[in-house]
């Protein structure tokens, strides 16, 4: 199928389905309590296991004896690490996990042994009776340590402790910051926060001893990818294995790699021949995060006085916890991620990411965004000051335009990311509050974009990222097999949807048929904000070649040509002529009747980058969405804490196929960055101990840390697209942190640049004290003392 | 996450409450919510001998008010009961304030009063409340009864005063002084589901005529292992009429035998910067209740 | 030691074997198979557990089954009738308050808690009231919105007999 001619002529058209708020396809089953999650599955002769974790950082393991924990009534089995001694990773980059700790241990809550036995209860006793000696090492807890550190190592191999580095260069950024009128510079440092999902991570492993096949339910969002980590780390065939994606409670990222509990409970399972299920409580989730790398980022940019970008010079330090996980490819997204939605033609990045003995951060919700916006966000807004040019103004002449090329091989085929900063700057009345708030008043610009999907495919195959089969018939409607994930954010309601709208029948004809990876075929899975644009097209696709096949039996049947028909409330007619018409499911039926079951198959790859430098695969994307921000807080004069009063939000994200599910996703969004920026942080003790590992400590947002919200989605259309559409889920969350300091900046005229802004870094910014941080934690100082303005 | 094993003793009445505490005390506690009792159980891992449920003895979830015995509260009685009785707002604000603070509704509809004391959390919300009302409490047993200041009743952290075969059956708040206001003031990082990092509440007094300071009771929360009545500063304000200078002497006074700890979520000198506020918030909010 | 306890949950009797140290969602969750009361934090912390006792929301991932004789118990499960969704439920399905679902329950049972104790609660009062249940996705404002919506009038044609309240 030709993608180019089928969109002209969609774009031109009024859409049926495509950009109606229609609730949620599971949603019935949501609000009922009927929807299935892993940890809701029951199988015939169930066993439940249970992991104990370690009470140290690092240290080397002397003993595990589980003798005691296997003689306990109810027990069936009892593991230890060196039994499955194989190191896996995602996609098998610098593999280092493994199921259980072999020989040392690596971080706080890292597994020891396994129990399976009838209940989760006897399971939890047993592990009591598991006799452990530990040898401790001192544990590294600071990038910066850690980094320094010659003789304690992590990992043997890993010089430094050091996991990856990365570095990019284009330009002359030397020569462009000598030319600039204007040089900004200041650290950085967000922290390391966790995906908060509700429900943590779950697993059934069931092993068919009869058909020597293992089907494994987990709330994942890849599940592709899961079955190859499986395959290759407990070594079964990859076709011998079936994963299957029940309802996810959240992913946000966390959820994209295998966690050490689907490998134990599929050991265990092969192992005795029966189901078995491992759901993590909240403080094993926090151990095995996954979230949001800590990072120290330290940021030059140069501006001619006209307001004209000129140069980027960025070097950072991400804190990498005990394995890689995402970390490699974090990396590489903060280089690619920085200079966009600018038009920066010189840019230098460094990136560097060590090793330490906390719980291992992955891929989080604007993977790699927060931490470049953070600090990019907050030097426009110091360049703005310098420059006395409008912070809304100083975005405006550097911001992206369809059309745009990077230096770098990143294009922007599609953008609007100028009617978003005009949106927000106009709803706010920007130009009129900005500096001229009552002290303790404040407005904080910042802005920002995310990828739909990337360049580069887990598989390092030549295969498609996104596959939809489609059959339709009489007996069951239209059926779309496809293996995107709908992790919460509503991709099976956004799929039903760009099917329904192909088709021109109803929703409730449509049979949404994902998640699993024997009936799915091969897909890229739920992350990089990739399911609505990359999906989207393969379904799109799919739909078009069926209903093509009915087309043209309908054509035949009305005497006129295929490419003249449409079909729209299950009418298939003439574009010209009303009274050419058949019923959809009669030509469906008329198909079926000579050819059988209509099928229709469709795919999509996004456009292969082309360039010869590192990283290149990481960051070009066939579209971007882009979103812009302002916040309104109110700072204690007091106690310095901030209160986010009003937050104004404008996305690009194309066409909204379904707007309220791109409301909440920039809500959600924007709440989760908020959470980041005033209260979450997973906090570790100088032995690497976690000191908040459940939701009481661990502090995400409840309905009273959440301001008055005032977004628009603006007019856009993305030619490249399905149906115009493109990401959202992932650009709101990335400027927030930013737009929050900017915003405090102008409240009380203290520059925070760490996150959490808790109320005592404000309160000891606004006193000119240096933040205390954690004593373990020698980060950055904390603010940038600024002259406070006079009211 | 599991509970550990234990028995569950529901008994009908105080006598039997009284007379199995006596049997098992060294090996019980006792239900009254659970939201806190649970969550330790759950998270300690210990076996426990026994479970005593206090929470269907209705003689110990009565609340009464009287303007001669003021305001009587059943150990069992529910918080959110408390909350709704129009006397505890009218007179009684700062505890309405304490209670109003405690988790979330959930929270308030399963906790009661007493084991908000009895768990003798630092973090607590309603003993600096009661603490600043004078609160008595009447502690029983199958032998005797008796009563002393809440204030001396928990003793530090996860200490009472309770003995063996004890426990808390009603909590006493005197009829307060006319002239009279409270208030409770607390400082929390995240807007819902939070305890309190400091809090301070105090109940004051002022002459009819001259709105001079006739009398006050501070109480500091979160800032020591159990509430701290703040007597010496209290003096201060005593015959004087409220500024600003003797407002920050009051609040210097309260964070000098204040003794905040020093962890993650805030230092110890901080802490004590914003005790200083809520006092003087409290003070300001509790002065213009009476003063207008 | 086991005990049988008399439980009513969504109206009908259940006669159930239970340990002393049994939550109720322990028990609807793993004896009774209504998996619709979902476990998040297990220790008081998110709400997602939130049932109905009584018509008042409780935790039930802290509340004893033994203790809970005599009451009447209501879960997600007890909120539609005859496949007609109670007004919250389809407010919240309409409005979009719900995406990954695992809060939804317990956020479904807190809202009908919270009308019942004040049916037509304000903005303000919402929010304080629906404070007790986290929910990760989404930022909440379609909540606010489709409690508003439910208290507005908007959902009333929808409306079954009230479930657990008096």
Redesign the interface.
């Known amino acids: 199928m030709d993608q180019d001619s089928a969109y002209t002529r969609e774009q031109v058209r009024e859409f049926e389905i495509v950009g109606q708020s229609v609730p949620r396809v599971e949603g019935y089953d949501k609000v009922t309590g009927r929807a299935k999650y892993t940890d809701d599955i029951d199988l015939h002769g169930m066993t439940y296991a249970k992991v104990y974790c370690s009470p140290v950082a690092h240290g080397i393991i002397k003993k595990v004896d589980v003798s005691k924990a296997k003689e306990y009534p109810g027990v069936l089995d009892v593991i230890v690490g060196e039994e499955h001694p194989k190191k896996y990773s995602v996609n098998d980059l610098l593999p280092t996990e493994t199921p259980l700790a072999v020989d040392k241990v690596r971080y706080f809550g890292e597994g020891l042994a396994a129990v399976v036995a009838i209940s989760e209860q006897i399971a939890a006793e047993a592990l009591a009776l598991i006799d452990v000696e530990i040898e401790e090492l001192p544990a590294l807890v600071n990038a910066h340590d850690s980094e320094a550190s010659a003789d304690n190592l992590i990992h043997d191999f890993a010089k430094n402790n050091t996991n990856h580095t990365a570095e990019q260069h284009f330009g002359d950024v030397d020569d462009a910051l000598a030319k600039s009128d204007v040089v900004v510079e200041e650290t950085f440092y967000t922290s390391m926060v966790n995906g908060g999902f509700i429900e943590t991570q779950s697993v059934v492993a069931d092993y068919d001893p009869g058909k020597r096949k293992l089907t494994v339910y987990n709330c994942n969002q890849l599940a592709h990818t899961l079955q190859h980590t499986i395959a290759r780390t407990i070594d079964m065939p990859l076709d011998d294995i079936r994963v299957i994606i029940p309802n996810v409670g959240g992913g946000f990222g966390g959820k994209t790699e295998a966690t050490p509990s689907v490998l134990i409970a599929s050991i265990m399972s092969r192992k005795i021949g029966r189901p078995v299920k491992l759901t993590y409580d909240r403080d094993e989730s926090i151990y095995q995060n996954k979230g949001r790398h800590a990072c120290h980022l330290s940021l030059k940019l140069g501006f001619n006085k006209d307001g004209t970008i000129q140069a980027l010079d960025l070097s950072i330090l991400l804190d990498g916890g005990a394995h890689s996980g995402w970390g490699f490819v974090v990396l590489w997204f903060i280089a690619a991620l920085t200079h966009l939605p600018y038009k920066v033609r010189n840019i230098r990045y460094e990136g560097r990411r060590v090793y330490t003995n906390k719980p291992t951060p992955g891929a989080q919700r604007s993977f790699g965004g927060v931490q470049a916006r953070t600090a990019v966000e907050s030097c426009f807004d110091m360049a703005a000051v310098e420059l006395g040019i409008n912070p809304y103004e100083l975005r405006m002449i550097n911001a992206v335009e369809t059309g745009y090329k990077c230096p770098s091989v990143v294009e922007v085929r599609h953008s609007e990311f100028k009617k978003c900063l005009e949106s927000v700057a106009t709803r706010s009345d920007f130009a009129n509050k900005w500096g001229k708030l009552p002290r303790g008043k404040g407005i904080g610009f910042a802005a920002g974009h995310y990828s739909s999907g990337g360049a580069f495919l887990l598989y390092n195959s030549s295969r498609a990222h996104s596959t939809a089969n489609i059959r339709v018939d009489t007996e069951a409607g239209a059926t779309v097999f496809c293996g995107v994930t709908d992790i919460g954010q509503g991709s099976t309601t956004v799929m039903t949807q760009i099917a329904c709208e192909v088709f021109g029948i109803p929703m409730r004809k449509v049979n949404f048929i994902c998640q699993d990876t024997m009936l799915a075929p091969m897909d890229n899975g739920t992350m990089d904000s990739r399911a609505t644009y990359g999906a989207g097209h393969a379904v799109k696709n799919a739909a078009l070649d069926a209903r093509s096949k009915i087309f043209d039996v309908a054509a035949a049947h009305l005497g006129v040509r295929a490419e003249q028909l449409q079909c729209k409330d299950e009418l298939i007619s003439s574009i010209y002529d009303d009274n050419r018409f058949i019923n959809f499911w009669e030509a469906v039926r008329m198909y079926q009747e000579v050819q059988g079951t209509v099928f229709g198959t469709g795919d999509y790859t996004p456009p292969q980058p082309r360039g010869d430098y590192d990283g290149k695969i990481i960051g070009p994307s066939p579209a971007f969405g882009f979103t812009a921000q302002i916040a309104e807080v109110d700072v204690n004069l007091r106690t310095g804490q901030v209160k986010v009063l009003k937050y104004y939000e404008a996305t690009d994200c194309g066409k909204a196929v379904n707007p309220a599910s791109v409301e909440g996703q920039v809500e959600g969004g924007v709440v989760m960055g908020l959470g980041q920026a005033l209260i979450e942080e997973i906090v570790v003790d100088r032995n690497g101990r976690v000191l908040n590992p459940n939701l009481h400590d661990y502090k995400i947002p409840t309905t009273m840390d959440v301001p008055e919200f005032d977004s628009e989605i603006v007019d856009a259309y993305d030619p490249t697209s399905a149906y115009g559409g493109k990401e959202v889920g992932e650009a709101p969350t990335g400027p927030v942190c930013a737009a929050i300091m900017n915003a405090v900046y102008d409240a009380v005229g203290v520059r925070l640049t760490e996150v959490p802004i808790t109320p005592e870094k404000v309160f000891r910014a606004m006193r000119g004290q240096h933040s205390r941080g954690l004593e373990l934690e020698t980060t950055t100082i904390g603010f940038h003392n600024a002259k406070i303005r006079s009211v | 996450m599991y509970l550990p094993s234990f028995q569950y003793l529901a008994p009908k009445d105080t006598g039997e409450l009284a007379a199995l505490l006596s049997d098992h005390g060294d090996n019980a506690r006792i239900l009254s919510g659970g939201t806190d009792l649970l969550v330790q159980l759950k998270n300690s891992g210990a076996d426990l001998g026994y479970v005593i449920d206090i929470s269907g003895l209705e003689k110990l979830s009565e609340i009464s008010y009287d303007d001669t015995n003021g305001l009587v509260i059943g150990a069992a009685a529910k918080l959110d009961d408390i909350m709704a009785l129009p006397v505890v707002k009218e007179k009684y604000f700062a505890l309405y304030q304490a209670i109003e603070t405690i988790g979330a509704r959930q929270i308030r509809t399963m906790g009661s009063l007493g084991g908000n004391i009895c768990n003798a959390s630092p973090a607590a919300d309603t003993p600096p409340a009661l603490v600043a009302f004078n609160a008595e409490v009447s502690i029983a047993s199958d032998a005797a009864e008796r009563q002393m200041p809440l204030v001396d009743f928990i003793q530090g952290n996860r200490k009472t005063d309770l003995g063996k075969g004890e426990y808390l059956k009603s909590i006493t708040l005197p009829v307060p002084a006319k002239n009279s206001g409270s208030a409770y003031h607390h400082f929390r990082v995240r807007g819902g589901m939070e305890i309190a990092m400091v809090a301070a509440a105090l109940s004051i007094q002022l002459e009819a005529d001259n709105g001079t300071v006739k009398d006050a009771v501070i109480a500091l929360g979160v800032v020591g292992p159990a509430p701290i009545k703040a007597e010496d500063a209290a003096k201060i304000l005593i015959g004087q009429k409220p500024n600003e200078e003797l407002l920050q002497s009051v609040s210097q006074a309260c964070a000098d035998i204040s003794q905040p700890i020093d962890d993650f979520r805030a230092s110890a000198e901080y802490r004590k910067e914003i005790l200083r506020v809520l006092i003087e918030e409290a003070f300001d909010e509790a002065y213009a209740q009476v003063a207008g | ?1 086991k005990q049988v306890v008399h439980l009513n949950i969504n109206g009908s009797p259940y006669d159930v074997m239970v ?5 109720i969602a322990d028990v609807v ?1 793993r004896q009774l ?16 557990c ?1 049932i109905l006792i009584d018509g ?4 039930s991932c ?3 089954a ?2 809970s004789e005599g009451k009447e118990i209501v ?3 007890g ?2 009738q005859n496949g007609k ?1 109670d007004p919250i ?2 407010a ?5 308050g ?8 317990g956020v ?1 049972m ?1 809202a009908k ?2 009308l019942n ?1 004040n049916p037509k609660p304000n903005h303000e009062e ?19 919105d489709a409690i508003e919506a439910v208290v507005e009038g908007e959902y009333d044609d929808a409306a079954t007999p009230q479930v657990g309240a008096e």
């Open positions: 030691m340990a002393p140290n049994a939550t969750r198979g209504m998996t619709g009361t979902k476990l998040g934090c297990e220790q008081g912390d998110c709400g997602a939130t008042k929301s409780h935790l802290i509340t004893l033994v203790a879960t997600i499960e909120l539609e969704l439920q389809q919240i399905l309409e409005k979009q719900v995406q990954c679902g695992i809060c939804t329950p479904i807190s808690g919270l104790e919402i929010v304080v009231g629906m404070s007790g249940n986290l929910c990760r996705c989404t930022g909440y404002e379609k909540i606010f």
